[in-house]
Antibody, heavy 115, light 113 residues
């Protein structure tokens, strides 16, 4: 069974940092692009970043470029999102998804940026 | 960036009746490999999204055949042949033909009358 489990969310002050993790199982992680998508409270879906199978190619939403870093550890079947210089606009549920087409999704982890 | 515009934004439906959601792109979605990367997702209240349809009309594994996707160019449609209670929630289209960024429509909320 394909499974994606996000963790690392929480409450952080503006300007702070968080590192999200996504543990993958049930598929060949090293053979898949992986994606982060977020959803602000009561809002729609917003693509954030994705990373190629081997980590050699990464794309970012303009508003997070330079602040967020996507990475992966294929030996650990894990995806990460390092988030720095957080603002209130980054408050959202962050989903890890398999594939560039977001073929399957985790349950999400909530990030709240507030003073 | 490609903008996807869904309509309607709210869709009250009667159980057993058909429903249709439109997704219009700000530019054509044919990718350089000849494929059109337009997908549909369903998000039930309190749950994460689930992909239903990829490349316009291909149903994902386990998706009931009452769901169908169609369209070409800039106009795409998701149809539910007979709405069931479990179909309530928000439906999103997403394009993966012109990136970055990959973009979603604003969502269509389906509820039972």
């Amino acid at each position: 069974e394909v499974q994606l489990v996000e963790s690392g969310g929480g409450l952080v002050q503006p300007g702070g940092s968080l590192r999200l993790s996504c543990a993958a199982s049930g598929f060949t992680f090293s053979g898949r692009w992986m994606t982060w998508v977020r959803q602000a409270p009561g809002k729609g879906l917003e693509w954030v970043a994705n990373i190629k199978h081997d980590g050699s190619v990464k794309y970012y939403l303009d508003s997070v470029k330079g602040r967020f870093t996507i990475s992966r550890d294929n030996a650990k079947n894990s995806l990460y999102l390092q988030m720095n210089s957080l603002t209130v606009e980054d408050t959202a549920v962050y989903y890890c998804a398999g594939g560039r087409g977001t073929d399957f999704w985790g349950q999400g982890t909530l990030v709240i940026v507030s003073s | 960036d490609v903008v996807l515009t869904q309509s309607p934004l709210s869709l009250p439906v009667t159980l057993g009746q058909p429903a249709s959601i439109s997704c219009t792109s700000s530019q054509g979605l044919v990718y350089s490999d000849g494929n059109t990367y337009l997908s549909w997702f369903h998000q039930r209240p309190g749950q994460s999204p689930r992909r239903l349809i990829y490349r316009i009309s291909n149903r994902d594994s386990g998706v009931p055949d009452r769901f169908s996707g169609s369209g070409s160019g800039i106009d795409f449609t998701l149809k539910i042949s007979r709405v069931e209670a479990e179909d309530v929630g928000i439906y999103y289209c997403m394009q993966g033909s012109h990136w970055p960024p990959w973009t979603f429509g604003q969502g269509t909320k389906v509820e039972i009358k």
